[in-house]
């Protein structure tokens, strides 16, 4: 476990340490960390989702055990909008944006690269699998959802405009359609996109950590409730659902694992591109960030 936690999970980690260490310092101020975080948004993601999207076998993966964890997590995610919404009286998008942090895990920038570090590239076909699901159908729909509640009063074809021209939808939908119609993408591309791709989760994690830093780490009671729901009810939901049928042991285990992870800088992302307020969505994210570092060392 101390193994995991040192070599594999902690250098993940740093970029967000660092970033905090940067902003509380006064090295980096919030613009800057969101022109970061703009850019990884908008440039560096659609060049590490597209070649993922694009280079899928989905005949490989166990669709029954994605498809429960997909059902927990709309089944959390209508607990914890209610919870944020009626009980903790967030407004409407942050109560959203906050649930989202419950069900939208940091697969693809933290828990998969965690699990190769670990595993090795050929072991982590569940993960694999948690992150095309997210990626395809759970960040496109809240890409779309948050964008729509956020100008409600925008015009429909304004609204359409922004959603098909949004280069991370594009890259979804791409290479998605590359995927399906079996189209071979030329190596230069495939070569540039994994050199950009892999500044995406590095850049994310320190922008996000440099927000943090200037935020209020005491825990209100809507950062408990949610930090509460995303470490111990997902994690618990997703166990307790996938005892229903049957499959290879490491598809559960690795799913747990995925659930066990922090909540998801998408939400916290998507937040700062659209203007909503992140003062609890931030200390959200820091704090599952901390405590999850035991728990996915012991769960790994």
């Not at 076998?57 to 919870?83: E, K, P």
């Not at 933290?110 to 595993?119: D, E, K, M, Q, T």
């Not at 969505?281 to 728990?295: D, F, G, Q, Y």
């Amino acid at each position: 476990m101390l193994h995991v936690l040192t070599q594999d999970i902690l250098p993940v980690f740093s970029m967000l340490a660092l970033g905090f260490l940067l902003g509380r310092t006064g090295k980096v101020s919030r613009a800057e960390a969101a022109a970061i975080n703009r850019v990884a948004f908008l440039v560096l993601q659609p060049a590490l989702i597209f070649p993922l999207m694009n280079g899928l076998d989905w005949t490989l993966f166990r669709l029954d055990a994605i498809g429960l964890y997909a059902g927990s997590q709309v089944i959390l995610f209508a607990v914890a909008f209610l919870v944020g919404h009626v009980l903790l009286r967030r407004d409407v998008i942050e109560a959203w944006l906050l649930a989202m942090a419950t069900i939208f895990v940091n697969s693809l920038l933290y828990i998969w690269p965690i699990s190769a570090l670990i595993y090795g590239d050929a072991a982590v076909l569940p993960v694999t699998g948690v992150v095309a699901w997210d990626t395809a159908v759970s960040f496109s729909f809240f890409i779309v959802t948050t964008d729509l509640l956020v100008n409600r009063g925008s015009a429909p074809g304004k609204s359409a405009l922004r959603i098909v021209t949004n280069p991370v939808l594009i890259a979804i939908v791409l290479g998605s359609l590359g995927n399906a119609l079996g189209l071979t993408t030329p190596t230069p591309v495939l070569t540039a996109m994994d050199f950009a791709g892999s500044a995406a989760a590095p850049l994310t994690l320190f922008a996000l950590g440099v927000i943090l830093s200037g935020q209020t780490l005491t825990p209100t009671p809507t950062v408990s409730a949610i930090s509460a729901l995303k470490l111990l009810a997902f994690p618990a939901l997703v166990w307790a659902v996938l005892h229903l049928g049957e499959r290879p042991a490491d598809w559960n285990a690795m799913l747990v694992l995925c659930a066990a992870g922090p909540s998801g800088a998408m939400a916290f992302s998507l937040a700062m591109l659209h203007g909503v307020r992140t003062d609890q969505i931030a200390p959200v994210i820091i704090w599952t960030s901390a405590l999850s570092l035991i728990t996915l060392a012991w769960l790994a």
